[in-house]
């Protein structure tokens, strides 16, 4: 249950991709570093729709990264997201262990392909996306 949650995740974090602005100076910057976000990442607050393969599921996340998902049972899920060494990492409400994923370059559709530090791959698309 934790891998499709935190699968779905992933896919919402790549929907975007934010310039950075370099006119800031040094330690500015390395604070911006430690406290990464979910936009910073290039991660669109919104609904998706995560194809696991054998399977499909929503997912929403907002523009702190919080995000809602359901289990392969139809139960709803719910956790944070925080960005470490430039990968979406997903923690479910309750648990202090985190799921981490990568994120391939969007498609002109917004849909990407999502990859776990485990291995599992998904396709995430922004709900309403063809």
């Known amino acids: 249950m ?33 406290t990464a976000t979910v936009a910073d990442a290039g991660v669109a607050a919104g609904d998706y729709t995560v194809d696991y393969g ?13 995000w809602t998902s359901t289990d ?7 956790g944070t997201s925080a960005v470490v060494d ?19 370059p969007a498609a002109e559709d917004g849909s990407f392909s999502s990859t776990s530090d485990t291995g599992e791959t998904v396709t995430v698309t922004p709900s309403g996306g063809a």
Request: proline share 4%.
């Open 54 to 66: 054998d399977r499909t599921g929503p997912f929403s996340i907002d523009a702190d990264g919080n």
């Open 86 to 104: 430039g990968k979406i990492c997903f923690t479910n409400d309750g648990e202090e262990e985190s799921e981490c994923w990568t994120n391939d």
């Open 2 to 34: 934790k891998a499709y949650l935190a699968l779905s995740a992933a896919f919402a974090f790549a929907a975007c991709s934010p310039s950075a602005d370099s006119e800031t100076e040094a330690p500015a910057e390395a604070a911006v570093e430690e």
């Open 72 to 78: 392969e049972d139809g139960n709803e899920v719910t």
